[in-house]
């Protein structure tokens, strides 16, 4: 079965401090994975994904995540945080075998993110 | 380019009341999600569309949950009767041709509270 775990429901920085939000992930077959950021009373915004190649994908805003195949991770990562980057963090997994139209996508819980000056 | 609207943005009903949630996707995207959201919760896929067919809709309480996009292109959702449970955001998604690498964009969210 598929799954995606945000092992912390909330993480704090400080503005200019690099920051990371974890993400784990359980699927049968080979792994498309998403990052999204949902501000307040705003849907989805697309960050970032990964497909297939190099491990280190680069998105939105300055962020960008590390795949791990052997840890089965996909961290989301900024070198230098800013106060409006505080926001729900939301990861998410398909499966890539499941075929074209297939393979829903499954989401953590969500990471609240929150920057103070 | 426009993105996905939705309406209408916040709904306050009464439980065994019925609602109904519209939705326009990115022009000329081919799949059309419904997602709930409940708080503290990730979106969960409720019924996914490939033009006017129904791909997934394993997760939809369809005793009470309907849905239809007749034209291929805007949806509408309708839970009847609500119940307390449903309170949630729902949340309406499109994508181009619904390959699994295609990115899913999203609305703004209809939120509901089922008193």
């Known amino acids: 079965a598929q799954s995606v775990a945000q092992p912390e429901d909330q993480v704090n920085v400080a503005e200019g401090n690099p920051l990371t939000v974890k993400c784990t992930y359980s699927?049968?077959?080979?792994?498309?994975l998403f990052w999204y950021v949902q501000y307040p009373n705003r849907g989805l915004q697309f960050l970032l994904k990964?497909?297939?190649?190099?491990?280190l994908v680069k998105g939105s805003y300055g962020f960008e995540a590390e795949f791990n195949k052997s840890q089965t991770s996909f961290h989301l990562k900024k070198p230098s945080a800013l106060v409006s980057d505080s926001a729900l963090y939301f990861c998410a997994v398909r499966d890539g075998d499941r075929g074209s139209t297939l393979g829903r996508l499954y989401f953590g819980r969500g990471t609240q993110l929150t920057v103070w000056p | 380019e426009a993105g996905v609207a939705q309406s209408p943005r916040y709904k306050i009903i009464e439980k065994r009341q019925s609602v109904a949630f519209w939705c326009n996707p990115i022009?000329?995207?081919?799949?059309l999600y419904w997602y709930q959201q409940i708080l503290g919760q990730g979106p969960k896929l409720l019924i996914q569309f490939q033009n006017n067919g129904v791909v997934d809709d394993s997760q939809l309480p369809k005793d009470r949950f309907s849905a239809e996009r007749l034209k291929g292109v805007d949806s509408t959702l309708k839970i009847q009767p609500a119940k307390l449970e449903d309170s949630a955001v729902y949340l309406c998604?499109?994508?181009?041709?619904?390959?699994?690498?295609?990115?899913?964009?999203f609305g703004p969210g209809t939120r509901l509270t089922v008193l």
């Open positions: 699927v049968s077959g080979n792994p498309y």
């Open positions: 990964y497909i297939t190649g190099d491990n």
């Open positions: 022009s000329g995207h081919a799949t």
């Open positions: 998604a499109s994508s181009f041709t619904g390959r699994s690498t295609d990115t899913q964009y």
